[in-house]
């Protein structure tokens, strides 16, 4: 069984930054492709990020220039680097694995809470 484990939210103000970090166990993490996501209150959850097995990546249009998604397959963990936060990134952030573009998010985090303040 994988289990991932969030870590690295706060209340921050609006310029501030935040490292999100997600640890994984029970897995072969090199062989997953990792992704973060969050859920703003009262919205539905949204993609925020992946990076692949090959180490690509993708980001939200929303993202794109202030966040960094990356990973350390010796420490079997994927990072989220945030810079410039906005209050509008206010959610609770899930990290999650998946085996290939072809599957769904099988395993997801307990998630992290960061709130940004204006």
């Known amino acids: 069984q994988v289990q991932l484990v969030e870590s690295g939210g706060g209340l921050v103000q609006a310029g501030d930054s935040l490292r999100l970090s997600c640890t994984t166990s029970g897995g072969i993490f090199g062989s997953y492709d990792m992704g973060w996501f969050r859920q703003p209150p009262g919205k539905e959850r949204e993609f925020v990020a992946t990076i692949r097995r090959s180490g690509s990546k993708d980001y939200a249009d929303s993202v794109k220039g202030r966040f960094t998604i990356s990973r350390d397959n010796a420490q079997n963990t994927v990072y989220l680097q945030m810079n410039s936060l906005k209050p509008e990134d206010t959610a609770d952030y899930y990290c999650?694995?998946?085996?290939?573009?072809?599957?769904?998010?099988?395993?997801w985090g307990q998630g992290t809470q960061v709130t940004v303040s204006s």
């Open positions: 999650a694995a998946r085996s290939s573009v072809y599957t769904s998010w099988k395993y």
